[in-house]
């Protein structure tokens, strides 16, 4: 259906009821519901790592700071990346689980986070351990404090604050005559102003996840006893928990076997470690891994007590080898299937972390057991009572917190915009549930006129390449959005020349 009614809407400036349930717009149509509107030639929602990245391809690609508009809640690129790493135990002064195959404040990747902190330290030792990672050492990775200056840097260089415009997305619609609206509404805490409909040729979405995902038994305890102190999920935040346990001593049950249950752990050792604490731990681990695990004998990834061991989220292939090869050309439920072969909850080996669960284990301090947590509820003494299905038989606990480190991800509707893009934009689902994207990561089916809507990051994964939602994966979908722009006409494709003039100016920080 499409809206080109000058009808005007009950409130002026707002996307009244014609206009929503219009799949296609006219700019009349737009005019006529009072919102005032904006041309710029290319638009990214999001405003977060996957938009800072896609912008510093097409600035690096020539494109002009007025050609590109970041509509976005945030007031820095890095937000809520942040956010997420310190609430999961990754303050500045630690190191992310990614390497240097991807700098997102250098498409160029070189010079490397390690060679950058040989030369800022003054020290070898980063390259050392380089040279010997994984056998003799752990895999290098860079500390958050020095992605995060990269990104502040950079950013500063391409101009990207004068891009931002801040506020909320919740509609994109695709505009009769080709190209497309995006809806910005005022965000809470930003100064209030009326909608503006920016129209551009291409948009590009990504928006990051759709939001918190808390388990069933989670959300049950929390919304009936009213109790959201004692059970909490690992991206929230939780300061309260390790101050609690320096006041007084207490049991935490950790639940999840992934990086962010590792980071957990460590955090409570470590508290337990260097100050003293009698922190009791007791960690639940739905699939409690053995051994050395996979669906072929060629296919293995190493494990034990409890954990799948991998330095990074996904087999390294997936961003430039066989996997990525191979998942290029599967469909439907091939596609799935190659994915559950590859996914899994997994953490990578670090010889710290190991050398703290071993002490835990052999002092009683840290017990990890296989099972599902089946109920919670006020406890007697202690504040929540946890029962435990294992395969032998229920368990009873008594515990302080309960920190759930299970995931992070809710389905794609829980967003407003890919909701609408689903309903509205001619959005597809793909084999995992998420949005269906090309090889180019346009969005299938969103096509309009000789505009193209693009999505990289969560939303997206599932598709023809499954590092989608890593810095390496947001960089390798923004180089390919930015070569289907230079197709299209947009912009240059980033040459040898271009390539090697651009990498001067990055090394000596100057402007764009
Ligand atoms: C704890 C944690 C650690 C990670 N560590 C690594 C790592 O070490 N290496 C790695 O490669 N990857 C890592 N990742 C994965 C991934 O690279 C990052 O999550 C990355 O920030 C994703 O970028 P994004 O742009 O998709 O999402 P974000 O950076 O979250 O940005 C999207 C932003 O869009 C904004 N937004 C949402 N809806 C709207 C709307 N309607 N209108 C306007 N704005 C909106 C929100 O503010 C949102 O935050 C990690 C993820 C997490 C959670």
């Not at 010079?111 to 895999?139: G, H, K, M, W």
């Not at 200056?149 to 509609?171: F, H, K, P, Q």
């Not at 990834?301 to 996997?323: C, E, I, L, M």
Request: glycine content about 12%.
């Amino acid at each position: 259906m499409t809206c080109t009614a000058a009808a005007p809407t009950r409130a002026v400036g707002t996307v009244g009821p014609e206009l929503a349930a219009a799949d296609r717009w006219t700019d009349d149509a737009v005019a006529a519901a009072g919102i005032p509107l904006r041309d710029v030639p290319f638009v990214t929602v999001g405003g977060g790592i996957g938009s800072f990245v896609t912008v510093d391809y097409l600035r690096i690609a020539g494109v002009p700071r007025s050609g590109i508009a970041v509509l976005t809640n945030l007031d820095r690129p890095w937000r809520t990346y942040e956010y997420l790493t310190r609430v999961s135990q990754i303050p500045r002064g630690e190191r992310i689980r990614s390497d240097s195959a991807s700098r997102p404040d250098n498409i160029w990747g070189f010079p490397s986070y390690a060679l950058q902190e040989a030369v800022r330290e003054r020290t070898l030792a980063p390259l050392r351990q380089v040279l010997v990672e994984p056998l003799l050492a752990d895999f290098y990775t860079p500390r958050l404090g020095a992605v995060l200056e990269g990104i502040e840097r950079e950013a500063r260089r391409i101009g990207y604050g004068d891009m931002v415009v801040r506020g909320e997305v919740r509609t994109v619609r695709r505009r009769v005559g080709g190209g497309y609206f995006s809806v910005l509404a005022p965000a809470a805490g930003t100064s209030p102003f009326r909608r503006v409909a920016v129209r551009s040729r291409d948009v590009h979405v990504a928006v990051g996840y759709p939001g918190l995902r808390f388990l069933p038994d989670l959300q049950r305890f929390r919304l009936e006893h009213g109790d959201f102190v004692h059970v909490v999920n690992a991206y929230e935040d939780h300061e309260h928990v390790y101050a609690s346990l320096r006041r007084r001593p207490g049991t935490v049950l950790v639940r999840g076997g992934g990086i962010v249950a590792s980071r957990i752990l460590d955090r409570l050792l470590r508290d337990r470690e260097e100050d003293g604490l009698r922190t009791q731990v007791v960690h639940v681990l739905r699939t409690y891994v053995d051994g050395s695990h996979g669906p072929h004998p060629w296919a293995r990834r190493a494990g034990g007590d409890g954990f799948a061991y991998q330095g990074f989220n996904y087999p390294k292939s997936v961003w430039g080898g066989q996997h990525k090869a191979r998942i290029r050309r599967l469909d439907g439920e091939r596609r799935a299937r190659a994915y559950a072969e590859m996914g899994g909850t997994s953490t990578p080996y670090r010889r710290g972390w190991q050398r703290q669960l071993s002490e835990g284990r052999r002092g009683g301090w840290y017990r990890a057991m296989a099972g599902t947590v089946e109920e919670m509820r006020p406890g007697g003494r202690e504040p929540v009572h946890v029962t435990i299905r294992t395969d032998r038989g229920a368990v009873q606990l008594g515990v302080d917190f309960v920190i759930d480190c299970t995931g992070l991800e809710a389905d794609v509707t829980e967003h407003p915009l890919l909701a609408d893009l689903l309903r509205q934009g001619g959005a597809v689902r793909n084999p995992l549930g998420r949005l269906e994207v090309e090889r180019t990561f346009e969005l299938r089916g969103t096509a309009s006129g000789d505009g193209r809507l693009y999505v990289s990051g969560a939303a997206a994964l599932g598709g023809y390449f499954p590092g989608v939602d890593t810095f390496l994966g947001l960089q390798i979908a923004a180089q390919e959005i930015a070569e289907d722009l230079a197709r299209r006409g947009m912009c240059r494709r980033i040459g040898p020349v271009r390539s090697v003039a651009q990498w001067l100016k990055w090394t000596t920080d100057r402007r764009i």
